[in-house]
């Protein structure tokens, strides 16, 4: 009986130490705020523990699942949506200045728009910088040769491809951002269409997502297609498992968004033998988690607190 007591007594003196220490803890980061901890608890609280993202097929939402694990964001969730319903949500929560994290990428309208910052990740879940490439069906050099040219040589820079992305957000029609644009950079356009003989009116099919980047790149390579080199394109809107899928199957006869080596591993792994990579038509490009620059943390570490 004296004994059990005893045992009581120490279990309960352990516990109150216990409890104490932890409060001195919470408190110290509490008060501390370039520890950033304090800050990432309450950011957590704040977004309900939930990362804003976009359409299931990105690979941006597998890496982001990755980095769930990788960071051990146990209580985190990864919420499915729309590169649309995203970028809605973070206008949202920027004009009433509350936190919130997204899966986010450059080129994008919305680092212009905002002042975001993408999140630290020391893990490199998202890779380093990645490369948007354009990717062809097999036989289409044959089979359309001034169209595969044409795509062959494509490239550009963010900061162009982001003249057009502005102008769609300001709400101009996309097929208009991207005429306007071809229409002003001559030069450009002349280097990727330079002495290539038009066709007839042939048929071509590119496949895309209505991811913000992708709607802008497509909108030009078909304007280019149709009013410097003759053809009748079809820009198909898909979702990225079928966007992957049609060129491989030849169903499509190309699409220009294609993000590696990272993003698109998955996809890449599976259809590399059934297509003809084309290569870059962007360099630098990034993904990753993306904030509010006033939303007090640094790293991706700083939500696992
Ligand atoms: N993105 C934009 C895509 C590729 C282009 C980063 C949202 C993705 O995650 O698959």
């Known amino acids: ?63 982001t699942d990755e980095a769930i694990k990788q960071y051990d964001l146990k209580d985190w969730k990864l919420v499915e949506g729309s590169s649309a319903a995203m970028t809605a949500m973070l206008d949202k929560s920027i004009k009433k200045k509350e936190p919130i994290i997204i899966t986010g990428w450059t080129p994008h309208w919305m680092f212009s728009k905002y002042d975001l910052k993408f999140l630290d990740d020391p893990k490199k879940v998202y890779g380093d910088a990645e490369e948007i490439h354009t990717i062809a069906r097999k036989g289409l050099k044959e089979k359309q040769p001034v169209a595969y040219e044409f795509l062959n040589r494509f490239e550009w820079t963010s900061d162009e491809m982001g003249e057009i992305m502005s102008a769609i957000q300001d709400g101009k029609d996309p097929e208009a951002a991207a005429k306007e644009w071809a229409d002003s950079h001559g030069d450009r356009v002349d280097s990727w269409t330079k002495d290539l003989t038009p066709v007839n009116g042939e048929q071509l099919k590119l496949s895309y997502v209505a991811w913000d980047s992708e709607i802008a790149s497509t909108n030009l390579l078909k304007y280019v297609l149709e009013s410097k080199l003759g053809y009748k394109v079809t820009a198909l809107q898909v979702e990225a498992g079928p966007m992957w899928t049609g060129v491989a199957s030849g169903d499509v006869d190309a699409m220009a968004a294609a993000w590696l080596p990272l993003t698109h ?6 259809y590399k033998d059934q297509v003809e990579d084309l290569g870059a038509n962007m360099t630098g490009v990034r993904t990753g988690l993306v904030v509010p620059a006033y939303v007090d943390i640094k790293s991706i570490e700083d939500l696992n607190k």
């Open 1 to 63: 009986m004296k004994l059990s007591r005893k045992f009581l007594l120490i279990g309960g003196l352990a516990a109150v130490l216990a409890l104490s220490a932890c409060g001195q803890a919470a408190n110290k980061n509490g008060n501390n705020n370039t520890s950033g901890n304090g800050e990432a608890a309450s950011v957590g609280k704040k977004v309900n523990y939930q990362i804003i993202g976009i359409d299931p097929g990105a690979g941006i939402m597998k890496a």
């Open 265 to 270: 591993a998955d996809y890449w792994a599976k």
